[in-house]
């Protein structure tokens, strides 16, 4: 059972009362109905205070781990507590693959849906996209089912729900045929040329990640390409004016990649390639901060330079900060609803007093372009201003208190954003 009372990055204590972490669905089921306020908690990746609550709260991480494949149907049904990097490898066994990963397997699959969490690549909507339907425990102890399908009106607002709606305990995905995948860093992409190309660069590969310091004058180019999209030669040794790296990198420039995906183009399994970071090496406690804002797909070059402009408050606190683009979903509380969006990813040292002013100052410069924060990462808006910028929040709000009129999934965080 789970008796870690911190979140992974250690940066903060949850305040529940108890934490749970039941052995059967009955056990949760009574686990809720014997609650007034309770929260599910996932693996704890989370920054922000989504999963804290000063009442109960529940781990799935001892419920009995299932996966189940439907190869007819290309879909698979998982226990929601599992970590994505449990489900990829049986998944691969049968011969299918998620459409793609963030950059961590060790996160839990149903706290990583419930935040909009998602990975790179032109073509590649969030994690949530793939979800079909879930079964969750609701405030009074039922296990319902919801399916995009026959709930489809407010399915949107079901998946990507900060766990306000319930307890989810398994969900049905949508997979694809399993790949190959090579990776390939370049080195010393002019910034300059991104902000020139920034389309054809990001349409370099299944999937890419842009790495930068906001101090070099260049960035270092992740691309994860399909095997079977490219010349089996492999891609040119230079591209857009950088050079294929001869070693491999840890996204923070200095550190040992040991615990990093392989590399320098040798083919591998999907789930062993889109996540930047291997199931196997169990990551330490980070001593990290992180934030997310994504911007509309045309505004990457201006956003970019827009927080260039306050990069000597961005750069002492940085450890690195990654651009990704994420394709349009149609989640309500997606930072991707209905829009193909980059991602302006930044992980910091975790010295909160020294972060925070400096998330302040990067909404203020990111404002013009509607920016939404990753509801998992740090931010500073005030309650309520998330309204203006997520045009469903309401829709969901109504859903919550439809589906939950006593509030017993709420949090303060809930409470404050959502209302
Ligand atoms: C090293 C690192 C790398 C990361 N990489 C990425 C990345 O590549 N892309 C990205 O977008 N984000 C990334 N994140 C952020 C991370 O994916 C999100 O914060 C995610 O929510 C963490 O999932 P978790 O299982 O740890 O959830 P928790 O932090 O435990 O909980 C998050 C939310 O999910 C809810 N929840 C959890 N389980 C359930 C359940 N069974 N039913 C209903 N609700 C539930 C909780 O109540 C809470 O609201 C990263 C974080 C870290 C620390």
Same mark, same amino acid.
Not at 58 to 83: F, I, Q, Y
Not at 202 to 231: E, H, I, Q
Not at 279 to 302: C, H, I, M
Not at 363 to 384: D, I, N, S, V
């Given at each position: 059972?789970?008796?870690?009372? *911190?979140?992974?990055? !250690?940066?903060?204590?949850?305040?529940?009362?108890?934490?749970?972490?039941?052995?059967?669905? @009955?056990?949760?089921?009574?686990?809720?109905?014997?609650? $007034?306020?309770?929260?599910?908690?996932?693996?704890?990746?989370?920054?922000?205070?989504? +999963?804290?609550?000063?009442? @109960?709260?529940?781990?799935?991480?001892?419920?009995?781990? $299932?996966?189940?494949? /439907?190869?007819?149907?290309?879909?698979?049904?998982?226990?929601?507590?599992?970590?994505?990097?449990?489900?990829?490898?049986?998944?691969?066994? #049968?011969?299918?693959?998620? #459409?793609?990963?963030? &950059?961590?397997?060790?996160?839990?699959?149903?706290?990583?849906?419930? *935040?909009?969490?998602?990975?790179?690549?032109?073509?590649?909507? &969030?994690?949530?996209?793939?979800?079909?339907?879930?079964?969750?425990?609701?405030? @009074?102890?039922?296990?319902?089912?919801?399916?995009?399908?026959?709930?489809?009106?407010?399915?949107?607002?079901?998946?990507?729900?900060?766990?306000?709606?319930?307890?989810?305990?398994?969900?049905?995905?949508?997979?694809?045929?399993?790949?190959?995948? %090579?990776? /390939?860093?370049?080195?010393?992409?002019?910034?300059?040329?991104?902000?020139?190309? +920034? /389309?054809?660069?990001?349409?370099?590969?299944?999937?890419?990640?842009?790495?930068? @310091?906001?101090?070099?004058? $260049?960035?270092?180019?992740?691309?994860?390409?399909?095997?079977?999209?490219?010349?089996?030669?492999?891609?040119?040794?230079?591209?857009?004016?950088?050079?294929?790296?001869?070693?491999? #990198?840890?996204?923070?420039?200095?550190?040992?990649?040991? &615990?990093?995906?392989?590399?320098?183009?040798?083919?591998?399994?999907?789930?062993?390639?889109?996540?930047?970071?291997?199931?196997?090496?169990?990551?330490?406690?980070?001593?990290?901060?992180?934030?997310?804002?994504?911007?509309?797909?045309?505004?990457?070059?201006?956003?970019?330079?827009?927080?260039?402009?306050?990069?000597?408050?961005?750069?002492?606190?940085?450890?690195?900060?990654?651009? %990704?683009?994420?394709?349009?979903?149609?989640?309500?509380?997606?930072?991707?609803?209905?829009?193909?969006?980059?991602?302006?990813?930044?992980?910091?040292?975790?010295? +909160?007093?020294?972060?925070?002013?400096?998330?302040?100052?990067?909404?203020?410069?990111?404002?013009?372009?509607?920016?939404?924060?990753?509801?998992?990462?740090?931010?500073?808006?005030?309650?309520?201003?998330?309204?203006?910028?997520?045009?469903?929040?309401?829709?969901?709000?109504?859903? %919550? #208190?439809?589906?939950?009129?006593? !509030? *017993?999934?709420?949090?303060?965080?809930?409470?404050?954003?959502?209302?």
């Amino acid at each position: 059972m789970t008796t870690d009372r *911190t979140n992974w990055a !250690g940066s903060f204590s949850y305040d529940a009362r108890r934490v749970h972490a039941p052995r059967s669905e @009955d056990e949760l089921r009574e686990i809720v109905a014997a609650s $007034t306020r309770v929260r599910a908690l996932g693996s704890r990746h989370s920054f922000s205070q989504v +999963a804290n609550t000063d009442g @109960d709260l529940v781990s799935l991480a001892d419920l009995p781990r $299932t996966v189940s494949v /439907d190869a007819a149907g290309s879909t698979v049904t998982v226990a929601a507590g599992m970590r994505y990097g449990e489900v990829c490898r049986e998944l691969h066994e #049968h011969g299918f693959a998620m #459409h793609n990963l963030g &950059s961590l397997p060790h996160i839990s699959m149903a706290g990583a849906v419930a *935040t909009a969490t998602h990975g790179s690549g032109d073509g590649n909507a &969030s994690l949530a996209s793939a979800v079909s339907a879930l079964e969750m425990v609701t405030a @009074d102890g039922e296990l319902v089912t919801v399916d995009r399908d026959a709930d489809a009106e407010r399915f949107g607002g079901m998946v990507v729900a900060l766990g306000a709606l319930g307890i989810v305990v398994r969900m049905t995905l949508d997979v694809v045929p399993t790949f190959e995948v %090579r990776q /390939d860093v370049y080195e010393g992409l002019a910034l300059d040329t991104f902000e020139k190309n +920034a /389309d054809e660069i990001f349409a370099g590969a299944y999937s890419v990640s842009l790495f930068t @310091d906001f101090v070099a004058p $260049t960035m270092t180019a992740w691309l994860k390409s399909r095997v079977d999209d490219v010349d089996p030669a492999g891609p040119d040794p230079d591209w857009m004016g950088a050079r294929r790296a001869a070693s491999a #990198h840890h996204p923070v420039p200095g550190m040992s990649a040991e &615990s990093c995906t392989g590399q320098l183009g040798v083919p591998g399994p999907w789930y062993d390639r889109l996540p930047h970071f291997r199931l196997d090496f169990t990551p330490s406690n980070g001593a990290e901060l992180q934030s997310e804002y994504l911007v509309p797909r045309a505004a990457a070059a201006d956003a970019l330079r827009a927080l260039h402009g306050i990069g000597e408050h961005i750069a002492p606190v940085l450890q690195i900060c990654e651009l %990704r683009t994420v394709a349009a979903d149609e989640q309500w509380l997606s930072p991707a609803y209905r829009q193909d969006v980059v991602a302006f990813h930044f992980t910091w040292v975790r010295d +909160a007093a020294a972060v925070m002013p400096v998330l302040k100052l990067m909404e203020q410069q990111l404002a013009p372009y509607y920016a939404r924060p990753h509801w998992g990462k740090l931010f500073t808006h005030e309650p309520g201003h998330l309204r203006s910028l997520f045009p469903r929040l309401s829709d969901f709000r109504a859903l %919550r #208190h439809e589906l939950d009129p006593r !509030g *017993t999934f709420g949090n303060a965080f809930v409470d404050q954003h959502i209302g």
